[in-house]
């Protein structure tokens, strides 16, 4: 086996002259859950190996030092299922954030979606009973219209739906989800809420979900002002 990267190889990973140190420590925690998420999957991997070879799950259990039940709960596959985009950073979701989420994937099995975009966190977005509607409507937001032309821009045929009952996370979805961890860091919040979410989106400019935000006058300053002004409306 080769050798595995130590302390000083990751934090010089991360280490960048031109980032501050919130910066910096924010990287870092997105950095342990990509790692968190990798360890799981490699164990995943050959446990899914083992029952394809005939192992038991009380043998399974027996080689990881947990039990039959434990073992069963932990890597049985539930289809079509959730599994958010990094493990690690899906715990820092408060309840209402994770609804969010969770809808988003929903929207991607019954829209026939090839992926998780942007545009599908607006739509839970409108969807899911949180603050993040107050948010949208407080800045001037026609909550309505804007899941109409982010569900319209998502439609597609059913001969084109996905065959797998997995479908992954974009990569623009995955970096506004790591963008609203920056939010509730840098917010000094324990927990990434539905307003963080909102404030990812918006964060990054070039992404589906962002442009559908702002043609409908949803700024990110507009939210930030907001949010100063409501504070007890944060998730």
Not at 101 to 115: N, Q
Not at 139 to 163: C, Y
Request: proline content about 5%.
């Amino acid at each position: 086996m080769e050798r595995l990267p130590d302390l000083e190889e990751l934090v010089a990973w991360i280490d960048r002259p031109d980032r501050d140190s919130l910066e910096l420590l924010t990287d870092a925690v997105i950095l342990s859950g990509r790692l968190g998420e990798l360890a799981d999957d490699l164990v995943d991997h050959f446990v899914q190996r083992a029952r394809r070879s005939g192992g038991s799950w009380a043998d399974i259990g027996q080689a990881i030092g947990v039990s039959k039940q434990a073992a069963q709960k932990r890597f049985v596959r539930r289809a079509p299922g959730f599994r958010g985009p990094k493990r690690g950073l899906f715990t820092r979701f408060a309840p209402e954030a994770r609804s969010v989420v969770k809808r988003a994937v929903e929207y991607a099995h019954d829209l026939g979606s090839p992926e998780i975009g942007t545009l599908h966190l607006v739509a839970a977005l409108t969807d899911v009973e949180s603050g993040a509607r107050a948010i949208l409507e407080g800045v001037g937001g026609d909550v309505e219209a804007i899941q109409r032309t982010a569900l319209g821009s998502l439609r597609r045929p059913p001969d084109e739906a996905p065959t797998s009952s997995h479908i992954p996370f974009a990569a623009d979805s995955k970096k506004v989800l790591e963008l609203s961890l920056r939010e509730a860091i840098h917010g000094e919040g324990r927990h990434i809420g539905t307003e963080h979410i909102v404030l990812g989106i918006l964060r990054d400019e070039g992404s589906a979900g962002a442009r559908l935000l702002n043609e409908h006058g949803v700024s990110r300053d507009a939210v930030r002002r907001w949010l100063d002004e409501n504070p007890s409306s944060a998730d």
